[in-house]
């Protein structure tokens, strides 16, 4: 029996489940990342917004891959295949004595870097108007910076964020869940969509398969927001022309490593050089700044960004200020399945294929959205409620009827993805419309029943 079932499985690997399409690339991936990508058992293969399984997975982390392929060959400046490993270690030996420059150059310049980084973020995430430049912002007294624990932190209306450029140490597990060893929750065979009536494991699960979908997002919006200085290159270059090149070939570099050099990958544990995430409560809190604004700090969740340098805290501000919107999951769910979900998903362990299907999977969700809501600066601003709503939606018909929907290469699938988006669109507009007439208190009293990440310590 058991050779019997190791021939269907094999058999369906070969059907179903093609090898990743590199096309007309020369480049390969490191064989234990693709191994990793091609895993009928990989958190998204089995994921239910993955309709073609395995063979999704392939068509995004390939097409990811190749895009990072092209994107290292420009700023390096060359057309050698990038899988020789002489190639891959004069890229190497590029990348790091481009950081050591960056990190000459930057110690001169840090509040500024800082302050265009939390701008530019801000601006991207619908967090700041898109005609005013942070400088503008702290004058008329819309954002308040404030120096704590050896950062800066830029208050806005309704969060805080805790910067550090340089200053601090990175530990990349702060801010996640403890690894815990995966459940495997019995699910019955014939388990679909549309049974009515669900069991607390069948919720469960589909809770889980919901939060590996977001956490791609967050992540691959900070992969994809870590390159957003290059819409800002004259802000740059005012400040020093020479990062804007070791900006693209360090960052460059550091993705492609994603994707070839995963003994480097397990060894750095996580993101050794950047950390982002939400600020445990904790009564030490309240004892601090109380000369400076520390009530009116009190009154806001503070979420954390620390970089080694500028391009990284950029990536790491990115996935802060999603974050804020993806607690929208948990409303009113019940604390203890929260925790068992994300000490599921919330680890360090699938970090890396949350990066390489992330950046694809955002690439193809904001092609689909609204120009209102990637175009038209205007229109960001619309973003956090926008994502709100998003992530609100119940699990089940989240991973069918959304994601699902985005993820597939089909187009009618995508015209309704599409759709669906300029509903939520719209009521992302009367949202934002309700908190501008109404007093902030509506904002946080909706943040307070939503958010039990507090009630998780998280």
Known sequence: MGNRGELEKLIRKIVNEAPVDYGDYPERMDPRTQQRIEDPEGIYAKNRAFKGGVSDVERLTGSRFKEIVDYVKRYFSTDMNLSDPQVKRAIQMEQMLSVRQAMQIEPRYREQLRDLAVEIAAKEEGWLDSNMTMEQAVEQGLIIKVRKEGGIVYEFDFVNMLTFLGEQRIDPTIFQMKPQKAEKLPLPPNFSFDVDELTPDEQKQLEIEKRNVINAIIMGKGKRGQFAFQMYKDRLDAIDPG????????????????????????????????????????????DEDDDQGGEEQDENDTYYANGVIFPILLHELFKSFSIISSRHQWKDMDPEMARQVMGQTDTMENEPMNFRVGGELVRKLRSLLPDELTIDADGKKYVPYFEQLLYSIPAQEFLKDVIANVVSDDKSDNEKAQKRFRDLLQQAKSLYQKYQENDDDDYEDDEEDGDILTRLGL
């Open 243 to 286: 990062l804007y090149v070791l900006y693209n070939k360090i960052m460059g570099a550091n993705d492609l490593m994603y994707f070839t050099n995963e003994d480097l990958i397990e060894a750095l544990g996580g993101n050794a050089a950047g950390a982002a995430g939400k600020m445990q409560q904790s009564g030490d809190d309240e």
